[in-house]
């Protein structure tokens, strides 16, 4: 059992709530953030007495700000971020907005970005953060293009901050599940028809014969939250049941 403090970003439902549901049970004090206050409660109701939540827009800087003081109330210093806040909207290219963009982009990228800068004076040395991304980085797909651009700049810093703050004991990694069971796919605008069909091409061609639930990311992203993986420095965990082999 653990008994470090982790901060997850967007932890009220799906990816999210399933990692800080494994954390709780396996020791970890857990802060949750989300931008709506039902879904944060419920989350938080959920969880129990080791979590607590923050309600916190990840795309403002001033709600990041709170957030870390709030944190800093309530625990000093923490052990690890998870930055998982995201949205995907499916849109084709020719479509795309500026307000896609900008929205896509400010969360996904943006405030990720800040949220690991506005951590920096609460992480300990040694402490962990772990970006989640995507498969989409590496494998395309249609209509996701911002969603795709936001995930690979995510990605990239990875490995520059793990240069610059290694010094401070602070080391990043990267979980990248593939098409994964959540509430995200209703968010994303695509019909019930088009998710049914999403969900079943990914399980019955998947080497193990079904989709992938946020169950499943959990114990990945506590090995890479915990000292089993102390060394891994811009490692990369595919989360995808084997479906981009
Ligand atoms: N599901 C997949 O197939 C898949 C695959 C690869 C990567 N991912 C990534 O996994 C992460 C979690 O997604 P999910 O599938 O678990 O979807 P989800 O159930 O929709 O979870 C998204 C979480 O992010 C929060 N969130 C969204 N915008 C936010 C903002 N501006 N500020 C703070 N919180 C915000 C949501 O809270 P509210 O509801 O309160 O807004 C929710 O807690 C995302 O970054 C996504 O890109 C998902």
Redesign the pocket.
């Known amino acids: 059992m653990s008994n470090k403090t982790i901060v997850i970003?967007?932890?009220?439902?799906?990816?999210?709530?399933?990692c800080a549901d494994y954390l709780v049970k396996n020791g970890y004090n857990v802060a949750?953030?989300?931008?709506?206050r039902e879904?944060?409660d419920i989350?938080v109701s959920r969880l129990g007495k080791n979590a607590i939540g923050v309600l916190?827009?990840?795309?403002?800087l001033d709600?990041i700000d709170e957030l870390v003081l709030k944190i800093k109330n309530e625990f000093g210093k923490i052990d690890g971020l998870f930055i998982?806040?995201?949205?995907?909207k499916a849109l084709n290219f020719e479509e795309t907005t500026e307000a896609l963009f900008d929205e896509t982009m400010?969360?996904?990228f943006k405030?990720a970005y800040f949220t690991v800068q506005k951590f920096l004076p609460i992480l300990k040395n040694p402490s962990s953060v772990v970006l989640?991304?995507?498969?989409?980085v590496f494998k395309a797909f249609a209509d996701t293009s911002v969603?795709t651009a936001s995930?690979a700049a995510l990605e990239s810093i990875a490995k520059v901050l793990n240069i610059e703050l290694a010094e401070r004991g602070i080391r990043l990694n990267v979980v990248?599940?593939?098409?994964?069971?959540?509430?995200?796919?209703k968010?994303s605008g695509m019909s019930d028809e088009a998710i049914d069909n999403l969900l079943e091409h990914f399980s019955s061609t998947s080497p193990i014969g079904r989709i992938?639930q946020?169950t499943d990311i959990a114990p990945i992203v506590e090995f890479l939250l915990s000292d089993k993986s102390a060394v891994l420095r811009n490692e990369k965990v595919i989360v995808d049941g084997g479906t981009t082999m």
């Open positions: 970003t967007g932890g009220t439902t799906g990816i999210g709530f399933a949750i953030t989300g931008r709506t879904n944060l989350a916190s827009d990840t795309s403002l709600d998982n806040a995201g949205i995907f400010n969360i996904n405030g989640n991304t995507s498969i989409v969603y995930k990248s599940p593939g098409v994964t069971q959540s509430p995200i796919q968010k992938v946020p």
